[in-house]
């Protein structure tokens, strides 16, 4: 089955830098890739999502990039706020959705 | 107002004892899909439903069971409950594409499980 592998499961930046997570996937049938964002408490949402067909997209202050010959994909946040810091998961899909074991984004004002 | 709920929100149980979380979604979605969320393991999808009476295993199916008799409903049975069961469970559903899930899991507010 698929597995899906995210680093860092920590990470710690000051308010305006960026921040990046990675994730590798195994199955090479997966063909949609989404980031979901859960903050305390809260149920997970959706922040960006890539298919396989498309090596990169943005949104605003999020991106997420996508090398499907190396079967890993990336999320990139520019200048962080405070409100972003939550734990964040990649997932990795075809019919079945794996996701990674999550990174907690920590964001000092 | 477009979601996901599930019923109930808190549940404490003893080992053994038969119990069903309930699942309605009303964006006429066809996938439906159940994980559980444990610390240091994030999500893990126990078993996912393409349409009406189509259910198939996800990664981590073993001791429960679903069922998918109306597309709006998909609940989760634990017929026998023990307490490595205890953990945080969401219900998600999505519109269906022929090529797998591809669209964003609307996930309900969760369920705490605790199997004594």
């Known amino acids: 089955g698929e597995n899906v592998e995210q680093h860092p499961s920590t990470l710690s930046v000051q308010e305006g830098d960026s921040a990046v997570i990675k994730c590798t996937y195994s199955?090479?049938?997966?063909?949609?890739f989404p980031w979901y964002k859960q903050e305390l408490g809260k149920r997970p949402q959706l922040i960006i999502d890539?298919?396989?067909?498309?090596g990169e997209k943005k949104d605003q202050r999020i991106a997420v990039t996508l090398n499907k010959t190396a079967k890993h994909f990336s999320l990139h946040i520019t200048e962080t706020q405070p409100e972003d810091s939550a734990v964040y998961f990649c997932?990795?899909?075809?019919?079945?959705?794996?996701f990674g074991k999550g990174t907690l984004l920590t964001v000092n004002p | 107002e477009a979601q996901v709920t599930q019923n109930p929100r808190y549940l404490i149980t003893v080992t053994g004892k038969k119990l069903t979380v309930t699942c309605s979604q009303n964006?006429?979605?066809?996938?439906m899909s159940w994980y559980r969320q444990d610390p240091g393991l994030g999500l893990r999808q126990i078993y996912y439903?393409?349409?009406?009476?189509?259910?198939d295993k996800g990664d981590v199916p073993e001791g429960y069971k679903v069922s998918r008799k109306e597309k709006r409903n998909f609940p989760l049975i634990l017929e026998s409950p023990s307490p490595n069961q205890t953990s945080l469970y969401f219900c998600?559903?999505?519109?269906?594409?022929?090529?797998?899930?591809?669209?964003?899991?609307?996930f309900g507010p969760g369920t705490r499980l605790t199997v004594t």
């Open positions: 439903s393409m349409n009406v009476e189509v259910t």
């Open positions: 890539i298919r396989s067909n498309v």
């Open positions: 964006m006429n979605h066809e996938y």
């Open positions: 997932a990795a899909s075809n019919y079945k959705l794996t």
């Open positions: 199955d090479s049938a997966s063909n949609y």
């Open positions: 998600a559903s999505s519109r269906g594409t022929s090529g797998g899930i591809g669209r964003e899991q609307y």
